[in-house]
């Protein structure tokens, strides 16, 4: 099971950190998706399973970091200089392979969701 968490309300310009916690399996690597009101959902960033690899989206390069901690089963997304376009709810998802990738069906696992909502 995945069970995401952090979301919230923040100004333009601000900082979010939300939490995947993993639990049940050992997946080796995880990816953070989102889905804007009225829009298909849409990859973000993910990581590989030792840490070392990210794919970043366009847009979150140099905005968007992820990272992990095996030792607490939790992946972390950080993001910043958010603006009203990343306002979505967020999802976390994992897949039995080594490196992440950008699309939706490669993810074998799927946590809730939590929202984002970033205020002008």
């Known amino acids: 099971q995945l069970q995401a968490s952090g979301g919230g309300l923040v100004q333009t310009g601000g900082s979010l950190r939300l939490s995947c916690v993993i639990s049940g399996r050992t997946f080796y690597s995880v990816g953070w998706f989102r889905q804007a009101p009225g829009k298909e959902r849409e990859f973000v960033i993910g990581l590989n399973r030792n840490g070392n690899s990210i794919l970043y989206a366009d847009f979150a390069k140099g905005r968007f970091t992820i990272s992990r901690d095996n030792a607490k089963n939790t992946v972390y997304l950080q993001m910043t200089s958010l603006n009203p376009q990343d306002t979505a709810v967020y999802y976390c998802?994992?897949?039995?392979?080594?490196?992440?990738?950008?699309?939706?069906?490669?993810?074998?696992?799927w946590g809730q969701g939590t929202l984002v909502t970033v205020s002008s």
């Open positions: 998802a994992a897949r039995n392979s080594v490196v992440p990738t950008s699309q939706q069906d490669d993810y074998n696992y």
